[in-house]
Structure formats: structure tokens, C-alpha cells
């Protein structure tokens, strides 16, 4: 297995982690080591290579801050002594797996190196009988002994046990760095191997360095890996076809559109060509290409997770482009209409079309003097003189100025006035109120 044969062996040639490995370095260079350590994170991160290196470093004759020089008799044997106890917690959950191998391992002095170290791997599978009896090692181990605990699920570890140790996070490798490592692994061991198929690897492996070297190795089988293969053989897709997809988009080209979906599907399934275009639109809209693809990813996040068919996501992708395709016509109508009405050009009303020609300055400033009378004459100001010109004449200025459909409106002799009904106002006679008094119907006590 390539990723058992490529395992690194120093912190050199660890990838990622630099504040981690900065931490070690400054351990191993002065020789002073935690009772214990919980390294949790990302599947084929590091987590158990490094405790190997750590380890092996802690009982090396000549070590170094870069981990041990794996010449000494201390290295060769470090693997195979009996003072290096490594567990699998996945296949030794019980709490006798615990006590056998750790508890009793730590009653006895180290018989053929310098400390004891106690490895167990996806500590998290313990059962919690095992983990209370590992907690009082843990707590208080002998000065000779180092304990490693390892986990890809770090809530499950009790918080009892994780507060007893140096706790070390190791995030998932960056792509570039697994890009490095494929292509240098590739190297070692004479696989010919396409840059794309290289950046393939690296990213279907999501941080895992361990899985991208698996793929490598299984796709090294056939010759030649080239991107088609690995997307083929991992049921990913092709990164070619998602392009297509984004440029039929951008282009409101349909065609290319479904034609990158088909091309996509035969490989791979509905959600990944989801989480795949979402991905590359992040990277679009990182770099400001100029193109709004926020109604995209609406789109595409209202079907992501559900259990949609090949036709939904072209009805998806064909709506959001019609929208987005109007809209732009419409942007682009109304950014031609205020070019057109700057450079002073006609607009026909009854066409609704833009007339080219230029209007003549003598037209222009006429119409720029009409419409400066009629707001001053609505504002009660002084008016321009009135144009004195005959009907011929004013209509020989509207054709010349583009205005070929203006006529004069006949007057209809047939046609009777229309009388105006005038309505009368009718005056309201008050009466007069008469003065109130202590007597009513007589005007005073007298005329009783």
C-alpha cells in the first residue's frame, strides 16, 4: 500500500499542521514530553503518524527537532519492542482490552527502551467501563510512560480524559499540499500521471492524504491516470463538464448547459453535480468575474439535498437563465435608450423605435425653447414670443428634423358642439335665530 510505503518518518515530511509541528519541534528539542496527548481531527490527516514519530523520537539516542534519526539501535527496534504497545479501540472496546494491555503494561519499567509508549488509536470506540479504567493511567501515569490517544470524533471522548491531556486539533490537509504529495509519490514509484488527474485526486480526497495516495494506487493499475479515469472510476464527474455547465450559463447557452449535465450524470449522481457547481460558483465569485451568479446558487440550494431527477436540474438551470437573460436585455434597452437621449437622437412615440438621424440644432433649441415656455408660463412667468410661422412652414421643420408622420388634424364639419350644461348656484338664505328667553312664544312676561 502506497500510503503504508510513503508514511512520513520525520515532521519534515509531514504535510500541513505548521503550528502543530512548530509545538513538537520545541518538545523534541528540549526533550520535555506531556504525560499525554489526544490528537483528534480529519480521517488520514496525521494523527497516528505523528504519534509514531513522537514516539520513536522520545526514545531515540540522537534525536532531533525534526523527529529521530532512525539509525540507532532505539528506532530500529522501536516498532517491533515490546515497550511500544499499540491498540485498536475499534476492535478492543471492552474494559479487559484496557486493563491486559495498558494497565499491566505500565506496572513494569521499560525492558529494552528508554520510556513505554502506549498508542491507541479511534480512542472515541472505547465503552465507558474501559475509559474509566483508563482515567486513573491517564491522570497520573509513571514518569517512563507516554500515552497517545487518537480520535476522529472528539465528542465522544469523555471530557474527563480530554482535560488530562495536550490536546492537538489536526484540520484537514490543504489541497496544494496533497496535490505535492500525489504528484511526489507518483514520482517515487514511476507513475505516469496527468496534472489534471493530480488536482482530481486532490480534491475528491478532501483533506485526507491517506485516501488521495489509495486512489493513486488504484488507478495506477491501468497505465496512463488521466482525469477521465479517476472521475470515472470515483463516480465524481468531470470538472470539464461543470466549466460547460458555468459557461452555457454565463453565455445563455442551453445547449452547452444540458449538455454539460448529461455529460456529468454519466459519472456521478444529481447532488454531487450540485455540490460540484456550487463549488466552482464560489470560486467564480472570489475571483469577480463580472457575473452575478447569486440567482444560481438560490437555485441550486433550494433542490440541494433532495431527490431530484436529471430533468429538474435542466429546469432549474433553463429558469434561472431565462431570467437572467431578460434581465439583461432589459439592462442593456435601458442603457442604450439614455445613450440615445444623451447625444440628443428622436425617440417616435408611435414606433417606440430610436431614430437615428441627429436632430438639427436649430429643431433642438426650438424644442428646448418650447419646453422652457410652457414651464414658465405654468409658473406664471414671462413666455417666449409666440412662433409666427405658417402651418407649411412648421411642418417642413418637423419632416427635416425625422418627424415623417406629423400632420395637421383636419377640423370635422359634421361633427356638432358638444354644449356644456351650466349648473346655477343656489344662494342659501339663513335664517335669523331669535333670541332665546325664560318665556317661550311670548317676548316677555307682559304679553300673557
Not at 201 to 228: F, H, N, P, W, Y
Not at 344 to 349: A, L, R
Request: hydrophobic fraction near 40%.
Amino acid at each position: 500500500m502506497l500510503y503504508n510505503e510513503d508514511r512520513p518518518l520525520s515532521l519534515d515530511e509531514l504535510r500541513g499542521h505548521e503550528i502543530n509541528k512548530q509545538i513538537f519541534r520545541s518538545q523534541l528539542k528540549n526533550q520535555k514530553f506531556g504525560h499525554a496527548y489526544l490528537f483528534a481531527g480529519h480521517h488520514g490527516s496525521g494523527k497516528t503518524t505523528v504519534a509514531r514519530i513522537f514516539g520513536r523520537a522520545a526514545v531515540c539516542e540522537h534525536p532531533t527537532e525534526n523527529g529521530p534519526c532512525m539509525e540507532c539501535e532505539a528506532c530500529k527496534r522501536f516498532g517491533s519492542s515490546i515497550d511500544f504497545v499499540e491498540i485498536d479501540a475499534a476492535s478492543n472496546t471492552g474494559v479487559d482490552a484496557i486493563r491486559d494491555k495498558v494497565i499491566e503494561a505500565v506496572k513494569y519499567k521499560p525492558a529494552e527502551l528508554k520510556k513505554k509508549i502506549i498508542l491507541i488509536d479511534e480512542v472515541h470506540m472505547l465503552s465507558t467501563s474501559a475509559f474509566n479504567a483508563l482515567l486513573k493511567t491517564v491522570e497520573e501515569p509513571p514518569e517512563n510512560v507516554i500515552i497517545f490517544l487518537c480520535t476522529t470524533e472528539l465528542n465522544k471522548v469523555p471530557k474527563t480524559i480530554v482535560s488530562r491531556c495536550q490536546k492537538f486539533i489536526f484540520e484537514g490537509i490543504p489541497q496544494n499540499e496533497i496535490e505535492d504529495g500525489v504528484f511526489d509519490s507518483a514520482k517515487k514509484h514511476g507513475i505516469d500521471i496527468e496534472p489534471d488527474a493530480v488536482r482530481l485526486i486532490a480534491k475528491i480526497a478532501d483533506g485526507s492524504m491517506r485516501d488521495a495516495l489509495s486512489l493513486l494506487e488504484q488507478a495506477s493499475s491501468s497505465g496512463t491516470v488521466t482525469e477521465s479515469m479517476v472521475a470515472e472510476m470515483t463516480g465524481y464527474g468531470s470538472a470539464i463538464a461543470v466549466e460547460s455547465i458555468l459557461d452555457g450559463y454565463v453565455n445563455a447557452d442551453y445547449d452547452l448547459m444540458f449538455q454539460g449535465v448529461e455529460e456529468f450524470l454519466r459519472t456521478s449522481s444529481v447532488n454531487t453535480l450540485i455540490e460540484a457547481l456550487m463549488e466552482k460558483l464560489i470560486d467564480r465569485i472570489v475571483t469577480h468575474d463580472g457575473v452575478d451568479y447569486i440567482p444560481l446558487v438560490n437555485g441550486l440550494s433550494e433542490i440541494k439535498g433532495k431527490n431530484v431527477s436529471q430533468a429538474a436540474i435542466k429546469v432549474v438551470l433553463y429558469k434561472v437563465g431565462c431570467e437572467e437573460s431578460k434581465i439583461a436585455a432589459l439592462e442593456k434597452r435601458v442603457s442604450e435608450l439614455e445613450e440615445a437621449l444623451k447625444n440628443g437622437v428622436v425617440i417616435s412615440s408611435d414606433s417606440a423605435e430610436v431614430v437615428t438621424e441627429d436632430v438639427p440644432s436649430k429643431v433642438a433649441n426650438e424644442g428646448v425653447n418650447d419646453v422652457s415656455g410652457a414651464e414658465s408660463e405654468a409658473k406664471g412667468t414671462n413666455t417666449p414670443d409666440k412662433d409666427e410661422r405658417s402651418e407649411d412652414e412648421l411642418l417642413e421643420a418637423l419632416n427635416a428634423a425625422g418627424f415623417s408622420d406629423v400632420t395637421v388634424a383636419e377640423e370635422n364639419p359634421f361633427e356638432e358642439p358638444v354644449e356644456v350644461p351650466v349648473v346655477k348656484e343656489e344662494k342659501v338664505v339663513e335664517k335669523k335665530k331669535e333670541p332665546e328667553t325664560k318665556f317661550p312664544g311670548f317676548s316677555s312676561p307682559w304679553d300673557w
